[in-house]
């Protein structure tokens, strides 16, 4: 039985794998449940069997990638220091923002928006929905151990990931011809969560 799971997840994992390289590199509309089954090497029925069609796909694809950032990868005892934690989720979450798969499938729905306007939701419900979710958890269990004092986990978390864009992202997302450094970025994000802490520092 648990030769079979992991035989299922070997196959599951190859197909998202395709499916992330070719929704990237080819767009949503010309990419096929035929032509991702060819590049990960199995059955089409083999694809259909792991997920029932292509939004779906599309949808699991998208939190694979978030998930494998590990944004809130953490044990209880790295609690202790709440610039440590939050300055290494700023960092996994810039990292996961400016990945090349992350630009072009953000591209992606605004380009096929119109033709697919389901893209753009199930971009949002797969991706920044439920990482929002997720730092919402965190925030809720950094005012739970009074780190800090956060009324509404939810807004907290929106400002915090809205905040750590920043001039570096816009500048990626536009292509600009000057980009910030590693450095400007990184000076930005400990300035950032710096703020954030003395804005929700326990009364």
Same mark, same amino acid.
């Given at each position: 039985?648990?030769?079979?799971?992991?035989?299922? *997840?070997?196959?599951?994992?190859?197909?998202?794998?395709?499916?992330?390289?070719?929704?990237? *590199?080819?767009?949503?509309?010309?990419?096929?449940?035929?032509?991702?089954?060819?590049?990960? $090497?199995?059955?089409?029925?083999?694809?259909?069997? @792991?997920? %029932?069609?292509?939004?779906?796909?599309?949808? !699991?694809?998208?939190?694979? =990638?978030? $998930?494998?950032?590990?944004?809130? $990868?953490?044990?209880?005892?790295?609690?202790?220091?709440?610039?440590?934690? +939050?300055?290494?989720? !700023?960092?996994?979450?810039?990292?996961?923002?400016?990945? /090349?798969?992350?630009?072009?499938?953000?591209?992606?729905?605004?380009?096929?928006?119109?033709?697919?306007?389901?893209?753009? #939701? +199930?971009?949002? @419900?797969?991706?920044? #929905?439920?990482?929002?979710? *997720?730092?919402? =958890?965190?925030?809720?269990?950094?005012?739970? =151990? =009074? &780190?800090?004092?956060? !009324?509404?986990?939810? @807004? &907290?978390?929106?400002?915090? +990931?809205?905040?750590? /864009? %920043?001039?570096?992202?816009?500048?990626?997302?536009?292509?600009?011809?000057?980009? +910030?450094?590693? *450095?400007?970025?990184? $000076?930005?994000?400990?300035?950032?969560? &710096?703020?954030?802490?003395? &804005?929700?520092?326990?009364?």
């Amino acid at each position: 039985m648990q030769k079979n799971r992991s035989k299922n *997840e070997t196959k599951r994992k190859q197909i998202l794998d395709a499916a992330t390289e070719l929704f990237t *590199e080819k767009g949503y509309a010309t990419t096929s449940m035929d032509l991702i089954a060819r590049q990960a $090497d199995v059955s089409k029925q083999t694809v259909y069997s @792991h997920f %029932g069609s292509k939004d779906d796909l599309f949808a !699991a694809a998208i939190e694979q =990638k978030c $998930d494998s950032y590990r944004m809130l $990868d953490f044990s209880l005892e790295d609690f202790s220091d709440v610039n440590v934690t +939050l300055l290494a989720v !700023a960092k996994r979450f810039f990292s996961m923002l400016i990945a /090349k798969e992350t630009l072009a499938v953000h591209k992606i729905c605004a380009y096929e928006s119109k033709s697919y306007p389901q893209l753009s #939701e +199930l971009f949002y @419900h797969a991706g920044p #929905e439920r990482l929002t979710t *997720e730092v919402a =958890k965190l925030m809720a269990l950094l005012d739970e =151990k =009074k &780190a800090l004092s956060i !009324a509404n986990p939810h @807004h &907290a978390a929106v400002q915090f +990931l809205t905040m750590l /864009k %920043g001039e570096a992202w816009l500048r990626i997302e536009f292509n600009t011809r000057k980009q +910030l450094t590693p *450095e400007e970025i990184d $000076d930005y994000i400990c300035a950032t969560v &710096a703020m954030f802490i003395r &804005a929700y520092a326990p009364q």
